[in-house]
């Protein structure tokens, strides 16, 4: 069984930043893509960003592009996302997803075989 663990989240200040650590425990995997997710209260997951295994290839969202960075550690089965100048509508719950299926695009949620909990993030104003 994979297990994929969020940390990082926490509460932060407008324009603050925040770096989330997903990690893999258990078996061992290899996997096409990571990505993160978000979901705030009342409305529906979204995507955030994802990368493929090699590194080569990234998605991002719009509504983060130019702030948040996505990053991986294969050696370590890790997923990071470095998010920077954040703003109170990222306030939301977020999850890092694992797929081993290939795609050529990465921001739906239907491709993802493992999912974390998720950790919160909270951004005042």
Do not use: H
Request: hydrophobic residues 30%; positive net charge; aromatic residues 12%.
């Amino acid at each position: 069984q994979v297990q994929l663990v969020e940390s990082g989240g926490g509460l932060v200040q407008a324009g603050g930043s925040l770096r989330l650590t997903c990690s893999a425990s258990g078996l061992t995997f290899s996997t096409d893509a990571a990505g993160w997710f978000r979901q705030a209260p009342g409305k529906e997951r979204e995507f955030v960003a994802a990368l493929t295994r090699s590194g080569g290839t990234t998605f991002v969202a719009d509504s983060v592009k130019g702030r948040f960075t996505i990053s991986r550690d294969n050696a370590k089965n890790t997923v990071y996302l470095q998010m920077n100048s954040l703003k109170p509508e990222d306030t939301a719950v977020y999850y890092c997803a694992a797929t081993g299926r290939y795609s050529t695009n990465y921001s739906y949620t239907y491709l993802y075989d493992y999912w974390g909990q998720g950790t919160q993030v909270t951004v005042s104003s």
